[in-house]
């Protein structure tokens, strides 16, 4: 199905061609002249994902400005109604993975500006090259009447200014050598959806005692140029982008500076693993996100073949984060079944604005320094716990209790390579989770199950078994709950240890 657009120009009649799909045919000949073009129509519900508009900037433009507006009509209980996204393409064309993007603002503006040298955050400054730009609708959601738009684009003359070179946060901190770092990979500034700037949000991960973050702006990496003032010796500050497809969202974590992922695909389209591939030549990680949340297009339906690490924990814990765990684990229990590579689990705050709290929660991850380089590969390799915040941390490991590897020790993300029958030794140290109850889990489901911590949040937990009775043992702990089979909010939670010769390994590239 199309859509009917009316093209109303300043000085000049009104126009109307047809767009379907995602092609976007000639302009009507004298369609266009030097002033403000109004671009009005109405999309009807089953449209294409995106709408492209095609204007004119003349010669001399020094400024782009655009506002939008659609109506919103009323819907009968439990249907969507009207939403619309908007961004833009220069010259180059809207080609998918082509170089023509300029921003992405969602549904989060209802106006935006670009000229050479600024822009408005979740844009890119650059040059206002004369020719043919497009307006890339995104009817997010369409009312059972239709969703009916109109967009009013305004070249401004003026000289062109020099569009400044970025500079971007250095990929490495100070650190303390070998250690435990704590970061939050999903966050969201006013370069998107989010109310904070980039100072505000490292100030709040400093406050919540984070050694890093990633930046996850929504489809756009026009942040990037924007983080360098943030970082420190203190706070290693990575570059990405949540890539926000209409069929889940992916993290981009760590890539290279200047890095943007496409998101206009389906799992039907058959284009999801050239993107994957993208981020990885890029040096980042793949992180589907809160990939069980309930909202429209956020759950992830394009599989786990291409992901790196998968975003468990998301936000404050709730049902769908208990969803997520249970499938997570069920791969676990399949790849230990299996022989085949598994995937580590992570967990970020999504934070967008008050009163979201960053660092809830928080992976800490052993890493050999606080650098880009190590910190992917420790999250990568699976090392690696999540926590709720600066408060809380864990010491997990096992230790093997006999045969020729007596006193052997692996720890979160390794494996403990003993023989089938060997007695192991497992061993969490809690702190900082008053009235909070430890479970270890393996491949055999909930085998162990504490006492509460004491009001101190303190203590140790021991617990022995063997590679016959675990492939892998990982611990949780959670907060109190009331009496039933449902457990508590999370408190912490870690990657597994695996155990034995055979039955597994650790994470593979691109598992």
Sequence with gaps: MGHRTDWSVARQGTRGFHVAGHAVPPAPPGAYVEGVTTLRGTIPP????????????????????????????????????????????????????????????????????????????????????????????????????????????????GAAGKTPEPAYPPDRARGRGRDWYRGDCHLHSWHSDGRRTPAEIAALARAAGLDFLNSSDHNTHASHAHWAGTAGDDLLVLLGEEVTTRNGHVLALGTDPGTFVDWRYRARDGRWARFARDIRRAGGLVVPAHPHADCVGCGWKFGFAEADVVEVWNGAWTPDDEMALAAWDARLVASVRDGRAWLPAMGDSD??????????????????????EAILEGLRAGRSYVAESRHVSLAFSVTADGGGRAGEEAGIGERLAV???????????????????????????????GEPLPGSGAGTVEW????????????????????????????????????????????????
């Excluded at 008050?354 to 606080?370: F, H, I, M, N, S």
């Excluded at 491949?443 to 162990?448: A, R, S, T, Y």
């Design 464 to 511: 022995r078994t063997t590679p016959a009775r675990a492939a892998y043992v990982r611990a949780e702990v959670r907060h109190e709950t009331a009496p039933g089979p449902v457990p508590g909010a999370m408190a912490a939670f870690t990657n597994p240890v695996f155990l034995g010769r055979a039955g597994g390994g650790g994470p593979a590239e691109g598992a």
């Design 46 to 157: 089953g449209s294409p994902d995106f709408v492209y508009l095609p204007f004119e900037v003349p010669p001399g433009t020094g400024e782009l400005k655009v506002s939008y507006t659609y109506d919103k009509p009323p819907v009968p209980p439990g249907t969507p109604g009207n939403a619309l996204d908007i961004g833009l393409f220069d010259w180059r064309g809207t080609e998918l993975g082509g170089r023509g993007f300029r921003g992405w603002s969602g549904g989060a503006r209802t106006g935006f500006f670009v000229r050479a040298d600024d822009a408005t955050p979740g844009y890119l400054p650059g040059p206002l090259r004369p020719g043919t730009w497009y307006i890339a609708l995104g009817p997010y959601t369409v009312a059972p009447q239709g969703l009916s738009y109109e967009v009013t684009v305004t070249p401004e003359e």
């Design 419 to 449: 023989g089938y029958d060997t007695p192991v030794t497992v061993r969490l140290e809690v702190s900082g989770a008053p009235r909070c109850s430890v479970r270890l889990v393996t491949d055999q489901g909930v085998m162990f199950t």
């Design 351 to 372: 934070a967008h604005r008050d009163p979201d709290v960053v660092g809830l929660p928080q992976t800490v991850v052993l890493a050999d320094g606080l650098t880009r």
